[in-house]
């Protein structure tokens, strides 16, 4: 079988022969299917089903990092709500909708964290940009007038982040990349002065995974994160482990963060209790 983008949608074809046809429009975040058609000689054959996963799939409703919503006409056939029932699509306002939000993450939790917390931040540090995920949420988070900085030691690393910045349309002179250690944060801003420190630890997504973050430099880069944090700033760190990088750097950071001192700081450690002991670590300090 093979789908063919169209004008109006998109067409199923066996062989050469139409098989099936499916119709959508926009409107505004939702995607309107309006018209879902199987050639009655090949009903009943898992034609249907086909054609509308691939559908869901090219136009993002499995993605794991993106929200999404679609829409079709309610069933005028007894048996039909079954069929996009298996789908996740649910009778609403006079349609059916299915809507998917993203998979809780790790990075997703941290990101969320910081952005109910911190209001109208100015100053805002990525550590470790790795691919520029967290770079460009945090150019965003700093607004028009917020600046952040953004060190990785692997030029691919600013190179990848230059380019996801450009391609989320977010404007150069809102973010400096800066090639350096983590470690040495401070010799680009003043102690006292950012409102958050993010770090995502591990390798750079991508690239060979021998060349990966470790304690020797993640516990002074976290010690100087703490230094750069205004009062009420915020650091951020996921850390990883597993079968690659072990996990001595995940157990240095955290029994360095059981010594952070009670009145100065506090300290989150926000485990996925039904996920393996490997999975990555969300963790938070408030500096007070």
């Known amino acids: 079988m093979k789908l063919v983008q169209t004008e109006e949608g998109f067409a199923l074809y066996k062989e050469k022969t139409l098989t099936g046809r499916c119709a959508f429009r926009q409107e505004g975040d939702c995607t309107c299917l309006s018209l879902l058609w199987i050639d009655p000689a090949w009903r009943r054959r898992g ?7 691939q559908v869901l799939h090219r136009l993002g409703g499995y993605a794991a990092d993106t929200a999404s919503c679609f829409a079709a006409p309610l069933p005028q056939e007894a048996g039909e709500e079954a069929f996009w029932a298996k789908f996740g699509f649910r009778p609403e306002a006079g349609r059916l909708v299915r809507r998917r939000k993203p998979d809780l993450t790790a990075v997703r939790l941290a990101q969320e964290f910081l952005a109910a917390r911190l209001q109208s931040p100015r100053l805002l540090v990525d550590a470790t940009c790795g691919n520029g995920g967290d770079t460009a949420f945090l150019c965003r988070l700093a607004g028009e007038e917020g600046q952040v900085l953004a060190f990785d030691i692997q030029p691919a690393a600013l190179k990848a982040t230059a380019a996801r910045l450009e391609r989320e349309g977010i404007p150069a002179r ?15 801003l003043q102690p006292g002065s950012a409102d958050v420190v993010m770090f995502n630890f591990g390798w750079l997504p991508g690239a060979d995974h021998a060349v990966h973050s470790s304690a020797g430099t993640s516990i002074p880069a976290l010690e100087a994160a703490l230094q750069a944090l205004r009062p009420g700033g915020v650091l951020s760190a ?25 009145e100065r700081y506090t300290v989150l450690t926000c485990s996925f209790a039904n996920w393996a002991a490997s999975a990555p670590l969300p963790c938070f300090v408030l500096k007070k």
């Open 238 to 262: 996921v850390l990883y482990s597993g079968a690659v990088i072990g996990d001595t750097e995940k157990q240095a950071v955290l029994s360095w963060l059981h010594t952070l001192p009670l």
């Open 174 to 188: 809102r973010c400096r990349l800066v090639l350096d250690s983590h470690a040495n944060l401070l010799h680009y």
């Open 47 to 53: 034609y249907g089903s086909y054609l509308l996963r």
